[in-house]
């Protein structure tokens, strides 16, 4: 029989593969840093797509819970230059195999499909150490500790259960992203939402760019994105929210106002993310009765693979454990040996791309990009 499974992080993947293994019988507990489901909001639009994370939902056998939550529309996309021109438009005409969905709703899909004692909250964790014969110590930050023989890190880019596996950290790849939302756009600031249209927005010049993402009710999420070295974002006070607006809009001095507005009008205090990704090929050699999922195992430059990775790493790790009711150790063999070469390819894919749209040729590199690969979503 497969032990019960300790998960750390509530996440997407953390909680698909709480889902998969309950459909098979596993039990799984899941610690959660959060105080409750409510304790954050969760982001805003997911593409989810058909290669990955479509399984993983039809693994934890919630597709159609899935279907019922898209945000019609929404795959359209666009990539303008820095005065407004436009130099792709994709419609969606729903056949795109990218459909966006709310990432709050799918959270909740999860939450309610499981046991209401699965996820516990407020267990924000602290250390993890290897007690030997492949037990795990977990201890948290209440000073209260588990222990268990099946620990799966699904806490994210700054994992307390990596070093269990791997010395390898996160590092910044030198680009900055200002993040910033506009409400009733259509009404209160038309010009921005023409210009970002029912979707995705890409207006990108070398070196920097305004991305904007059209979310339900008349939200405009937008973010700017600039290569620039950690102190120039670490020298910004982002308490004095007009004047952190006022130095990143003076990056983008020269562009089309109703590009520039989705900074400048933002309703949101600016909040700075900088990208950091673990490396490429991140792997480790096998530890008995551990492992890693999502971020924690293979945290990659933006590019809308994230959450799906993340969610199929669950399902995948949820059918090995149930292929392998006797044997935890190949199941967890048989997972990473699929995991490595996945991740890697995606990391590789996902930190080109992250270039193109700041490289010296950009915006048409990405229009190349996207003309040649297929949708821009």
């Known amino acids: 029989m497969t032990p019960p499974v300790t998960i750390i992080g509530?996440?997407?993947?953390?909680?698909?593969?709480?889902?998969?293994?309950?459909?098979?019988?596993?039990?799984?507990?899941?610690?959660?840093?959060?105080t409750s489901p409510a304790a954050r909001t969760q982001g805003g639009l997911l593409d989810i797509h058909e290669y990955?994370?479509?399984?993983?939902?039809?693994?934890?056998?919630?597709?159609?819970?899935f279907l019922g939550i898209i945000h019609k529309g929404a795959e359209a996309s666009r990539v303008l230059d820095k005065n407004g021109k436009v130099l792709l438009d994709e419609p969606d005409d729903g056949t795109g195999g990218r459909p966006e969905v709310p990432r709050g709703a799918l959270r909740r899909i999860l939450l309610d499909s499981l046991p209401a004692d699965t996820v516990q909250w407020g267990r924000k964790v602290t250390a993890a150490r290897t007690l030997g014969g492949g037990r795990h110590e977990v201890t948290f930050a209440d000073g209260t500790t588990t222990m268990t023989s099946l620990l799966v890190g699904a806490d994210g880019a700054w994992s307390r259960i990596r070093p269990l596996l791997s010395d390898a950290e996160p590092e910044y790849v030198g680009t900055?992203?200002?993040e910033t939302y506009l409400f009733d756009a259509?009404?209160?600031?038309?010009?921005?939402?023409?210009?970002?249209?029912?979707?995705?927005?890409?207006?990108?010049?070398?070196?920097?760019?305004?991305?904007?993402?059209?979310?339900?009710?008349?939200?405009?999420?937008?973010?700017?994105?600039?290569?620039?070295?950690?102190?120039?974002?670490d020298a910004i006070d982002f308490t004095d929210a007009d004047a952190a607006t006022a130095r990143v809009a003076a990056e983008f001095h020269d562009w089309a106002p109703e590009l520039t507005a989705l900074l400048t009008d933002g309703e949101t205090a600016p909040v700075p993310r900088a990208v950091n990704a673990l490396p490429i090929g991140?792997?480790?050699?096998?530890?008995?009765?551990?492992?890693?999922?999502?971020?924690?195992?293979?945290?990659?430059?933006?590019?809308?693979?994230?959450?799906?990775?993340?969610?199929?790493?669950?399902?995948?790790?949820g059918n090995a454990l149930a292929a392998h009711p006797d044997d935890t150790e190949a199941a967890l063999a048989a997972y990473e040996e699929a995991l490595f070469p996945r991740s890697a390819a995606a990391a590789d894919q996902a930190s080109r791309a992250h270039k193109l749209c700041l490289d010296d040729n950009a915006p048409h590199s990405l229009v190349d990009f996207f003309t040649n690969h297929g949708q821009a979503g």
């Open 176 to 178: 900055a992203l200002i």
């Open 52 to 65: 990955n994370g479509q399984l993983a939902l039809k693994a934890a056998g919630l597709f159609e819970e």
């Open 186 to 233: 259509d009404t209160r600031h038309p010009a921005g939402a023409r210009a970002v249209g029912d979707g995705s927005l890409f207006a990108l010049a070398p070196g920097k760019g305004i991305c904007a993402h059209r979310e339900p009710d008349g939200v405009l999420h937008t973010y700017a994105t600039l290569s620039k070295p950690q102190e120039w974002l």
């Open 10 to 34: 509530a996440g997407l993947g953390g909680l698909t593969l709480a889902r998969v293994l309950h459909v098979h019988g596993i039990p799984a507990t899941v610690h959660e840093a959060e």
């Open 282 to 317: 991140h792997r480790w050699d096998r530890v008995p009765g551990v492992t890693l999922l999502g971020d924690a195992a293979h945290l990659m430059c933006p590019s809308g693979e994230g959450a799906n990775l993340a969610m199929y790493d669950g399902a995948e790790l």
